[in-house]
C-alpha cells in the first residue's frame, strides 16, 4: 500500500529554506552533503516537490547542462514538480510536472506511484496540502544546528497532537532525526 511521506530537513528554527529560496545552509552543515544512506528514499520510490525546489536543485547542481548529476542524486525515480511554469528537464530525467490542488493531482501521483511509496521532499505548502486532502502518512524531520531568521517554514498549518505520534528520535551526524505518523482525522 502506498504510503506519503513527507521527508525534510529544517534549520532548529522551523526554516526549511532561507529568505532566498536557498537550501546552501543545509548543505554547509558537517554531513550535510552526504546523508546518511538509510534515509535517502528507495530506488522505486516517486518523489514530488515543489517548483522552488526542483529550480533550486537545477541551479545549485548545474543538473541541465550535467544531467548526469541528476542520476547520482534521484537515480531513476520518477519525480512529480508542482508548478504552473514551463522548467527544464536534465536530460534522461523521467520527471513530470503538475499543476493545481494536490487533491486534483492525487489520481495521477497515486497511479504512477503503483505499490511505491511517495516521497514529499520540497516544500512544507506542498506537503501540508498533502496533509489538509488527507494524503500524508509519515513526517520525517531532520533538525539541523542552524538557526534561521526567516524563510520558508517547515509545516505552515496548525496540527494538533492528537494526529500526530512519535515513533523515532535520533541522532545522525550533526542532526536529530524525528519522525512521526500521521493519524487520520
Known amino acids: 500500500m502506498t504510503r506519503f511521506i513527507y521527508d ?26 552526504e546523508p546518511d544512506p538509510e534515509l535517502l528514499p528507495p530506488e522505486d520510490a516517486l518523489i514530488v516537490e515543489g517548483s522552488s525546489t526542483y529550480e ?19 537515480g531513476s525515480r520518477r519525480t512529480f514538480v508542482f508548478t504552473s511554469r514551463t ?3 536534465p536530460e534522461g530525467a523521467d520527471v ?10 492525487l489520481p495521477d501521483i497515486l497511479e504512477a506511484a503503483g505499490e511505491s511509496d511517495v516521497w514529499i521532499v520540497g516544500g512544507g505548502e506542498l506537503a501540508a496540502q ?9 513526517v520525517a524531520i531532520s533538525i539541523a ?6 524563510g520558508a517554514p517547515v ?3 496548525r496540527v494538533e497532537s492528537d494526529r500526530l505520534r512519535l515513533v523515532e528520535a535520533r541522532q545522525v551526524g550533526q542532526f536529530a532525526r524525528l519522525r512521526f505518523l500521521v493519524t487520520p482525522a
Not at 145 to 150: G, R
Open 8 to 33: 525534510t530537513a529544517t534549520s532548529f528554527t522551523g526554516w526549511i529554506a532561507d529568505a532566498e529560496h536557498s537550501l546552501q545552509w543545509l548543505f554547509d552543515v558537517p554531513g550535510g552533503t
Open 56 to 74: 533550486w536543485m537545477l541551479r545549485e547542481s548545474d543538473l541541465v547542462r550535467h544531467p548526469e548529476k541528476w542520476r547520482e542524486l534521484f
Open 87 to 89: 522548467l527544464p528537464v
Open 96 to 105: 513530470t510536472f503538475v499543476s493545481g490542488p494536490v487533491s486534483g493531482v
Open 130 to 138: 498533502f496533509f489538509d486532502a488527507g494524503a500524508l502518512d509519515e
Open 145 to 150: 544546528p542552524v538557526a534561521l531568521t526567516s
Open 155 to 157: 509545516f505552515p498549518r
